[in-house]
C-alpha cells in the first residue's frame, strides 16, 4: 500500500486556528528543476499568444491581456512585457496538468475541501522575477470568488514552491488566524480594485508569517486567510504556483469545463 499523504490532526488544527500549514520538501529536487523549466515554457507559449492580437487592457493601471485561454498579468514597471501572473496556465504545458492530480496534492485536498471528489477550482502561476517582481498587497482570495460561486468555504489553495522562497526575495506572508471572521471589508475609494484588497483595520498585521520554505515545499492555505508578499529585492527568482481546488462537479473559475481530479486517466 503506497504512502497516505491525508492530513493529520496537527495540520488539522493549524488550518482550523491559523488558517494554514506548511509541508517542507515534498517535490524532490529533479521534480522541481523539471516544473521550472516546465514554467518557463508556459512563459515562453504565454508570451507568444499574448503577441497574437489578443484583448488587452488596463485595471487601476495594471496591464492585463487575455491569450490562450489564460488572463496574464504583466509587472507594474511602465513599459515593461515581464509576466507577472499566468492563469489559469495549466493547459499550457502537459507536466503541470499532470500535477494537478498528483496525489502528494490531491490527497489533503480531499481532506480539506471535504469530499473524496474533488476538482480544480482555479491556477495561477506566479513568476517575481529577479529585481522586478512587484509584491502583492494584502488580501483574501474570497471576495474575488463569492460572486461566481456559493461554496467559497471549500476552495483551499496550496502554493508550490519552485524557488528557496525568502524574505528578500519576497516570500508568501500569511496571517495567523485571520481567516476566522470569513470575508474582511475591503478598502473603498481606492479605485475598481481597491474592494479586493482588506482593509488593515480588520485584521492583526502583527500575526503576518512570512513562509520561507525551501523549493519543493507546499503552503495550504485558507480562502478566507489574509496573504500578501513584499518586492524580490534579491537577485534570485522566486516563481511558484497556487492550485485552487473544490468538490467535484463544478465548474472552474475561468474556463467552463469541469477538471476532476486524482482519478485514473
Avoid at 522575477?129 to 483551499?156: A, K, M, N
Avoid at 502583527?206 to 524580490?232: C, D, K, M, R, W
Avoid at 472552474?252 to 477538471?259: C, I, P, Q, S, Y
Wanted: charged share 25%; hydrophobic share 35%; net charge negative.
Amino acid at each position: 500500500m503506497g504512502q497516505s499523504h491525508r492530513i493529520d490532526a496537527s495540520e488539522r488544527r493549524a488550518w482550523e486556528e491559523d488558517g494554514f500549514f506548511i509541508r517542507t520538501r515534498v517535490f524532490t529536487a529533479p521534480e522541481i528543476e523539471a516544473l521550472r523549466t516546465a514554467s518557463e515554457a508556459v512563459v515562453e507559449r504565454a508570451t507568444r499568444n499574448a503577441g497574437n492580437g489578443s484583448e488587452r487592457y488596463e485595471i487601476d493601471g495594471n496591464r492585463y491581456c487575455e491569450a490562450g485561454g489564460s488572463t496574464i498579468q504583466y509587472e507594474h514597471a511602465d513599459h515593461t512585457s515581464t509576466l507577472r501572473v499566468i492563469e489559469p496556465f495549466h493547459h499550457l504545458d502537459p507536466r503541470f496538468d499532470a500535477i494537478l492530480d498528483d496525489p502528494r496534492i490531491v490527497e489533503p485536498m480531499r481532506d480539506l475541501v471535504g469530499s473524496e471528489r474533488v476538482a480544480v477550482f482555479t491556477d495561477k502561476l506566479n513568476l517575481k522575477r529577479p529585481l522586478e517582481g512587484s509584491g502583492f498587497r494584502w488580501h483574501q482570495d474570497s471576495p474575488y470568488w463569492i460572486h461566481f460561486c456559493t461554496h467559497v468555504d471549500q476552495l483551499p489553495n496550496v502554493m508550490v514552491a519552485l524557488d528557496d522562497a525568502s524574505v528578500e526575495n519576497g516570500c508568501l506572508r500569511v496571517v495567523r488566524g485571520s481567516h476566522r471572521k470569513g470575508l474582511l471589508p475591503g478598502l473603498e475609494g481606492e479605485g475598481r480594485l481597491g474592494p479586493l484588497f482588506t482593509d488593515p483595520r480588520g485584521f492583526d498585521e502583527s500575526q503576518q508569517v512570512p513562509a520561507e520554505v525551501p523549493a519543493g515545499s507546499l503552503i495550504f492555505f485558507s480562502p478566507h486567510t489574509v496573504h500578501g508578499s513584499q518586492p524580490n529585492a534579491s537577485s534570485l527568482s522566486r516563481r511558484a504556483f497556487v492550485l485552487t481546488y473544490q468538490p467535484a462537479g463544478h465548474r472552474m473559475f475561468k474556463v467552463d469545463a469541469v477538471r476532476e481530479a486524482g482519478l485514473a486517466r
